[in-house]
């Protein structure tokens, strides 16, 4: 297991998948130092397209790129890639089914001191409302190596949500990640958390603070938003009777949206809440200093289970 942002692993999955597949192409909107493409880019200059701050021209070059026969990884900030480009994704990749990958870098509140209109908190909704995308975020290095092979053997559009900050290393090489699978972290019984990206990192400190007043938990990563594991969460919903989702997202739109459609179609009625941003921007700050402020932190994430667990 390694301590490391998933950018990072992206970039190194990169290099690594590349040296097999020159399938691989990988289009940056100007900031592939940050992004980590730019170990693509150094390794395989002819296959490595820097775009500048053109989004959108990257977005259809992208998609003209898969019609060839590539797979396209068009990669940026989050903000941006997809903050500038929604009529080029609808129609150049989702309308038209296209191969290609659109991956986000620095998402949620953790961007921190980058400030509000860089802390993209609305990206899962834009991208779950999309007829043909899948949406995947993972949790730590190990997943997103696996995630990134994953997405080059799956034929279809989809987002790939990163961060920038370093996280807790929780997979280890026999883990196996697959699209549309959710994966029991850690075993309890009082409740689950359902929780994705570095939530599941906020999650595990939680249940550390938990478990010393005997409250124990059943932990499960979400890393395929879209689509969403609905044989998991029935049967852990149904089984445990309590919910909590936890993401670093507006509540509108993000992981608790879908997983709370699993519950309404399933007609599951058990406690249910959701850890996310309260349908509000931030400001500057840190990035730990903003989830202790607007309610993402592994201690709020204890007291939403603890308040859950009252209404069983």
């Known amino acids: 297991m390694k301590d490391a942002a998933t950018r990072d692993a992206y970039g190194q999955a990169l290099v690594e998948l590349g040296a097999d597949d020159p399938r691989i192409v990988v289009l940056d909107a100007g900031v592939s130092d940050s992004s980590r493409s730019k170990k693509f880019g150094d390794k395989y200059p002819d296959r490595f397209f ?18 060839t026969g590539k797979i396209p990884f068009a990669t940026g900030f989050a903000c941006f890639l997809l903050g500038r480009t929604m009529d080029q994704i609808l129609v150049s990749v989702a309308y038209s089914n296209t191969n290609v990958k659109l991956v986000g870098t620095h998402t949620g509140l953790a961007v921190g001191e980058d400030g509000p209109s860089a ?17 995947v975020q993972p949790a730590d290095w190990e997943e997103t190596v696996q ?28 883990y196996k990640f697959e699209i549309g699978k959710g994966r029991v972290v850690k075993k309890g019984s009082d409740l689950v958390i359902f929780a994705t990206g570095i939530m599941v990192q906020e999650s595990l400190v939680a249940m550390e603070k938990l478990a010393k007043e005997n409250i124990n938990v059943t932990l499960v990563n979400i890393s395929t938003i879209k689509p969403i594991d609905r044989e998991i969460i029935t049967e852990l919903a149904t089984s445990h009777g309590a919910v909590i989702t936890a993401e670093d997202h507006n509540y509108i739109g993000g992981l608790g949206d879908a997983v709370g459609e699993v519950l309404l179609d399933q007609q599951i009625s058990v406690p249910f809440k959701r850890v996310a941003v309260n349908d509000q921007f931030a400001e500057t700050g840190t990035g730990p200093e903003l989830f202790e402020k607007y309610g993402l932190s592994a ?11 009252k209404l069983k």
């Open 50 to 67: 820097n775009m500048g701050i053109a989004e959108a021209d990257m977005v259809c070059t992208a998609a003209g790129l898969a019609t």
């Open 119 to 135: 802390q993209m908190i609305v990206d899962m909704a834009y991208m779950r409302a999309m007829p043909n995308m899948i949406v």
């Open 147 to 174: 995630a990134t092979r994953a997405l080059i053997d799956y034929e279809g559009p989809a987002y790939f949500r990163l961060g920038r900050p370093k996280v807790k290393g929780i997979f280890d090489s026999s």
């Open 299 to 309: 201690n709020h994430i204890a007291q939403a289970v603890k308040n859950t667990l």
